[in-house]
């Protein structure tokens, strides 16, 4: 009967307490828990009766006790493994006392036993239920869950106090329970970067894009949940312009040329409650240095006179001036003028122009002003330059070449020989002067001289000028009439029109001397002008004979000083007439200029030249082949076998007297192995020498027969050979094989020369020497001193191939015969029908036979040889 009467009161107010009081503590604990803004959590709620009990009511108030923190929604839900006080119908939740979001509120929940089959809940923690909660949206703040005293009214107006409490067991006793609060902290989770943003490079005028990638834990405590993020830039600290785009965090940066450098940049992610990450990066806006456009042509300056040129350059960026953000115009500046012999600063003053890059260089007349120079100079954009971007200009060094004055020199020959020709040049020294054409006027001896003619020198001609010519005569214009007889007017342009070729240079390979033209005379054989030298002169007959272009055709550079061939001024006084050798008059040609006429310079010192003509006893020294004074000596012969073997290189005290000299048999032949028998005949005594005007008549070359065998074995046949000289392929070591005789060989240029002769005058008839290689040239005499002409005889017999092949209608057939022997040449057709033979007896040699197959149609055909046992064919087409 109580137990209903006390479960009736329990249903209409869930439990009441009586003034009964149990001396041991009863205890409900709520759990302490830290929740994200918006997260939906559970703590649990735990009883810890000291006696096992029937039932028990909790009540509890939820507070904000901080930071504005409280529960958006609240329920209570049954812990699954709390099965004591009967069914979850005995089992009573009450949130009428709680407001979602409006602080404070009240809790009661009770559990009773009802039924008789219910059991106590026992002594010691028990969860009994979980508050199921979601978290406000604060940034930061706590939530106390607490024990409270309810006061509910009733019917009868009375008052009842509800608090939480335990029933014993026994239905009797009411115990009240001390509670144990729970706290919720809500904490706010700060944002993170997720991914770090790498650190670049790029053009200046590009557009950087990129994205700030973050995450934020208190954006998925809820569908949609609590959170916005705002993403932005960190200044100071990032460049001005950029942009971040503050709720996709996508990033913007137009470069500007100003940007150019290292750039860093600092993002942010920032959420509600001012938590935030950021990154940090670097953006190297790169700029592209100007290029300078040097040229690589050396710049020619005359001292005393401005020098001056132009270097060019150009952007990469495309942008280069601040009307599209870029750097500056490009502007030009001097660096340094070198002296490149000294290394030292050359004197004078630069002037650059700074838009344009023209450049102006001052020079006076000092030595200091002459040579090479290297003058350096800059362009620059003046874009920013850091370890990022480290350039923003450009440096070219220009080659220049000063010169004081210029040497044309003609040439002064030394023992030139009578009767033949000379070619004489006219040479420009120490002088790196680009021409644009000369015009010379040149007087020769024409008693000792005859002008046969005149070409450009190599240099030039090399360079592919355009024009050169000589003229005499009617067509010299010397001066207003024509000129006389002894003078010739050399004329040269470097490009006579502007067609689609024009010369590649307009001087020589240096500076010291190259030759800019060459003049060949014919020296007079007259023994009365041995010993004479025949002048070689400049003549002028106005200002424009002698005078030199530049390149441009604006400046005539004529004579400073005329200088004999011995190095002696002449004297050009104020009062000399034309015609005269001693340069162009002063002040008449000076003063040739005028208003934008530049006026004549004078920079060319000319010097005459001319031909020394040998005197004719030193040419006439026959058998004296060293020239000492000793004719027909045993080492004019062995310097005569030198040359042989060695070449003209040995006659090194006067090769053209030498070579005349090696004239021993006098027929009019130098340098012949029939001269070097007879010198040796002379000398042992078996000949007398020939006068010096004396010819002598021999008689006709020794027809005789050279054969080199399979084993390299040289034979001569036909004649007593006196001496033989050998040119050899290969460079293997040759071996003497003929009786008596003697041997000279060397190797040049991959070829073995060698010479097989007897200062005793023996001869040989046979094997000579064994050599490995091939004979590529041979020349022999017999005993007696007269040529042999050599025939080379095949060392087997060979049928060769004809020639034209195929043919219409004429061919000729050639075999080889190693001794004399009858022969037959069979001519046959496809089918094997014999079309023509030829048959005879011919001596060792070649024999070629022609065979004209006019008569005959178009196929192929075969010829067979057959001679002295030996057999072959071959085929042959003929083609019609």
């Known amino acids: 009967m109580q137990r209903r009467w006390l479960y009736s009161l329990l249903l209409t107010s869930f439990m009441l307490v009586f003034a009964f009081s149990f001396s041991m503590a009863q205890t409900v604990t709520f759990d302490d828990r830290t929740a994200k803004r918006g997260e939906e959590q559970t703590l649990n709620i735990t009883v810890d009766p000291t006696v096992d009990i029937s039932a028990f009511e909790i009540v509890f108030e939820v507070t904000s006790a901080t930071g504005g923190a409280y529960f958006d929604a609240l329920a209570i839900e049954w812990d699954t493994d709390f099965d004591a006080l009967g069914v979850l119908d005995h089992r009573f939740i009450d949130l009428t006392g709680f407001t979602p979001g409006v602080p404070p509120g009240t809790v009661r929940i009770a559990g009773m036993m009802i039924d008789d089959g219910d059991a106590c809940l026992g002594t010691g923690e028990t969860i009994v239920a979980q508050v199921r909660y979601t978290t406000n949206n604060v940034c930061d703040g706590t939530v106390d869950l607490d024990g409270t005293t309810l006061s509910i009214t009733k019917c009868n107006s009375c008052v009842i106090e509800a608090m939480t409490q335990f029933i014993e067991c026994s239905y009797t006793i009411t115990m009240p329970a001390t509670v144990e609060p729970g706290t919720v902290t809500i904490v706010n989770i700060p944002p993170v970067i997720t991914e770090a943003i790498a650190d670049t490079t790029m053009d200046w005028g590009d557009t950087y894009q990129n994205q700030i990638v973050a995450d934020d834990d208190d954006l998925h405590t809820v569908p949609g949940g609590y959170e916005t993020l705002h993403y932005s830039k960190v200044m ?212 000792a001289l005859a002008f046969m003619t005149a070409v450009l020198g190599a240099p030039l001609d090399g360079c592919d000028w355009e024009y050169f010519t000589y003229r005499e005569g009617p067509n010299g214009n010397c001066g207003p009439n024509a000129c006389p007889t002894g003078i010739v007017r050399l004329v040269a342009i470097a490009e006579m029109n502007n067609g689609i070729y024009h010369p590649t240079c307009f001087k020589g390979p240096d500076y010291t001397e190259w030759v800019m033209a060459k003049m060949q005379f014919m020296v007079t054989s007259d023994l009365n002008f041995e010993c004479q030298y025949a002048p070689i002169t400049w003549i002028w007959y106005d200002c424009g004979d002698n005078g030199i272009s530049s390149v441009t055709g604006d400046t005539l550079f004529i004579s400073r000083d005329v200088f004999t061939y011995e190095g002696d001024p002449s004297d050009l006084s104020i009062d000399g007439q034309w015609p005269n050798q001693d340069g162009a008059l002063s002040p008449e040609c000076d003063t040739q200029g005028g208003p934008d006429k530049p006026f004549p310079i004078r920079l060319i010192d000319y010097h ?124 293997g070591t040759p071996q003497l094989l003929a009786d008596g005789m003697e041997m000279l060989y060397g190797t040049s240029e991959g070829q073995m020369r060698i010479l097989v002769y007897s200062l005793d005058g023996h001869g040989f008839e046979g094997e000579c020497v064994r050599i490995d290689g091939e004979v590529t040239s041979i020349e022999a005499a017999t005993v007696e001193a007269r040529p042999v002409l050599a025939t080379m005889l095949p060392t087997e017999f060979e049928l060769h191939q004809n020639y034209p092949n195929p043919f219409n209608p004429q061919t000729t057939m050639t075999f080889s015969l190693p001794v004399a022997s009858d022969y037959v040449l069979s001519i046959y057709n496809v089918s094997g029908q014999k079309v023509t033979e030829f048959a005879g007896h011919e001596s060792a040699g070649k024999v070629s036979i022609e065979w004209n197959a006019s008569n005959l149609a178009s196929g192929i055909y075969f010829y067979k040889l057959q001679a002295d046992g030996f057999s072959a064919t071959k085929k042959m087409v003929l083609l019609k």
């Open 236 to 447: 100071p600290g990032s460049p001005d312009d950029l942009q971040v785009n503050a709720t996709t965090g996508a990033i913007t940066w137009h470069t500007l040329g100003t940007d150019v450098g290292n750039n860093q940049v600092i993002v942010e992610v920032m959420d509600e409650c001012s938590a935030f990450d950021r990154d940090t990066f670097n953006i190297c806006v790169w700029n592209d240095p100007p290029v300078i456009i040097c040229p690589e042509e050396v710049t020619n300056g005359i001292w005393g006179y401005d020098i001056t040129g132009t270097v060019d350059a150009y952007d990469p960026d495309g942008k280069p001036d601040s009307t599209h953000g870029g750097p500056n115009a490009l502007n030009f500046f001097f660096v340094s003028l070198t002296n490149v012999g000294t290394g030292l600063p050359a004197p004078g003053v630069v002037d650059v122009e700074v838009l344009t890059g023209d450049w102006t260089w001052h020079t006076e007349e000092l030595p200091d002003y002459v040579g090479d120079f290297e003058l350096c100079l800059m362009v620059t954009d003046n874009a920013n330059t850091d370890d990022c971007s480290p350039e923003n200009a450009d440096t070219c060094c220009l080659d220049i070449h000063m010169i004081s004055t210029g040497d044309v020199v003609i040439e002064k020959t030394h023992n030139s020989m009578m009767g033949k020709d000379k070619w004489v040049e006219i040479t420009m020294e120490n002088s790196s002067l680009e021409l644009g054409g000369f015009d010379f006027l040149i007087k020769y001896d024409q008693s």
């Open 608 to 731: 005459h030249g001319g031909i020394d003509i040998i005197c004719v006893d030193s040419l006439d020294d026959r058998g004296d082949i060293n020239l000492n004074g000793n004719s027909y000596e045993v080492a004019d012969a062995v310097l005569f076998c030198n040359y042989f073997v060695y070449g003209l290189g040995v006659f090194d005290v006067n090769a053209d007297g030498q070579v005349a000299a090696t004239d021993v048999n006098a027929d009019g032949l130098t340098l012949s192995v029939a001269d070097l028998v007879y010198l040796i005949r002379v000398i042992i005594g078996d000949a007398i020498p020939y006068s010096p005007s004396g010819f002598v008549k021999l008689g006709a070359a020794v027809e005789a027969n050279y054969r080199l065998s399979s084993d390299g074995v040289l034979s001569m046949t036909g004649a007593e050979i006196g001496a033989v000289a050998l040119t050899v392929t290969g460079s």
